[in-house]
Each structure stands twice: as C-alpha cells, then as structure tokens.
C-alpha cells in the first residue's frame, strides 16, 4: 500500500504514525497538549526523532498531564535534564511548562482547549486538495500570532502548521497515499 512520501517505509514506527495517528481528528485535551508540545521539541530537529523518544516523554512528562506540567518546578526541570530518554533542551522544557499553564487558562476561556483549536476550522477539517506540500499557512499563521500574544513559545507558524496536520484540522495525505480519500 502506497503512503505520503514522507513515511520512511522501512520504519516501523513512522508507518504506524502516518497509518493510525497522522491527520486523524483528535478532541482530546490530553492528546492535543501532548503532541503539542512534541512538535515544539520537534523544532530543529526531525519527526522521527521525536517519535522515537515518545514513549521516554510519556513517561518524563506524567502522560502530558497538563496539570502536573504546569506544576514544574526547578528540581523537576533538573530531573528533565538529565533524563537522556528525550530531548534534554532548556529552553524546550521551560517552554513546555509555560505553555502548560496557558494551555490551562485556554481551557478556562473555551472549555477545551480542543474547542479553542477547532473553532478556528469551525470544527471542520480542512482537506488539501492542491497536491502541493505546505509547511505554513493563514491558518497556521493566525493560530501562531494568537498563541504567542498569549505567551506560548515555540509555535511558530511551521510548527503550528505541522501540529494541525498531527492532530486532524488539517488532512494533508497525497493523492498517491491509500489515505487521501478516507
């Protein structure tokens, strides 16, 4: 079966990823903090890297709990970097605790942060038709200039462009994957 031509085929783990989790629709606050903050890890650095530290990260960041994130404190951060299971960046993990706690207040606001997310689209998923390969977007532009004004780090517009394609908004399959017409 023929996939997006990014999938390294002899790698379990990334056709796993493209097959069951990569443009499918998620709602989940839990999911959408995590992959979150894993495309901010990711920035620099390649997808499969962050894949092959994922189960490290679950682990490191209590199952992307949000709460218990936001509740970092120094002796936490320390433990993070030392940890040689995941990306060990200072400033990726300080971020990801920031953003923890404006992920919360964003809750607060919408409910969900899967309604904040989502309303952008207005719950509707956005399928390239185009057969061109973007890495930004005005969505993505629009949703990073409101994360940032609301202090979030690492989100940028190509980072938020590729979080929208793991999570759903946006269904980016090429037209010679098995998954583009699903």
Sequence with gaps: MKRCSWVDE????????????????KYDDRELFELLILEGFQAGLSWITVLKKREAFKKAYD??????????????IQELLSNEGIIRSKS????????????????????SFSNYIWGFTKGKVIKNYT??????????????????????KYVGSVIIYS?????????DHEKECYKYNL
């Design 10 to 25: 002899k790698s379990d783990i990334y056709k796993k990823y493209h097959d069951s989790e990569w443009g499918v629709p």
């Design 63 to 76: 199952n992307f709990d949000v709460q218990s994130v936001a509740n970092y404190d120094d002796k936490k």
């Design 92 to 111: 990726k993990i300080k971020s990801s605790i920031l953003n923890a706690k404006i992920f919360i207040d964003i809750q607060k606001e919408y409910e």
């Design 131 to 152: 057969g061109e390969v973007f890495v930004k977007t005005p969505l993505s532009d629009r949703i990073s200039k409101d994360l940032k004004k609301r202090g979030m």
């Design 163 to 171: 979080y929208l394609q793991a999570i759903g908004v946006v269904d």
